[in-house]
């Protein structure tokens, strides 16, 4: 499924990139599979084998009224081809296509409580000077991990957190390390 979800998705972003129409694609494939990760009956209907290729064309039609007209191909030619249960990571991966040719790397900084905004900014700048590259940064709040940073740069994850810390401990307390 990944490698099927992959030759889509760099299919659009080129045709995207011909008709340099990219940013205008991306939003509208986001905005669908926003809606459609969301929607449990938007997904039974597009993935379900039980209705026709003619029914969930028509019901494309209805869900995405003023769409581009290259992603309405495209979701129709999904639906022709019984591709459409892939549509959620093709979306993962033409923003990730997007991002290396814009040079964009992704870094997400997760704290337990909310970060304030220049540190977050501090540490986006600084991996950015150490990278080369622009950053997307974007910064999550997640309570569990107790305490400390846990910092995902691409693809990379650096865990800082106190939980994982805890977690380490606990395990060589249990095997008496």
Do not use: C, W
């Amino acid at each position: 499924m990944e490698a099927l979800a992959e030759v889509y998705a760099r299919s659009l972003y080129e045709v995207a990139q011909k008709q340099n129409n990219i940013a205008v694609i991306r939003e509208h494939l986001g905005q669908f599979a926003d809606e459609l990760a969301k929607n449990r009956e938007l997904q039974v209907f597009f993935f379900s084998p039980y209705f026709s290729t003619k029914e969930k064309t028509e019901g494309l039609h209805r869900a995405v009224e003023g769409v581009d007209p290259t992603l309405q191909n495209f979701l129709e030619l999904l639906i022709e081809k019984h591709r459409m249960p892939a549509v959620l990571r093709m979306r993962t991966i033409f923003d990730r296509i997007t991002e290396d040719h814009e040079g964009l790397l992704p870094v997400e900084i997760t704290s337990a409580i909310p970060l304030d905004p220049a540190t977050a900014e501090s540490l986006g700048d600084r991996i950015g000077t150490q990278t080369g590259r622009k950053i997307r940064l974007n910064a999550v709040v997640d309570p569990e991990i107790i305490g400390g940073l846990v910092l995902r740069v691409g693809n990379q994850i650096l865990d800082a957190s106190i939980r994982t810390r805890l977690e380490r401990l606990r395990r060589q307390v249990a095997t008496g390390a």
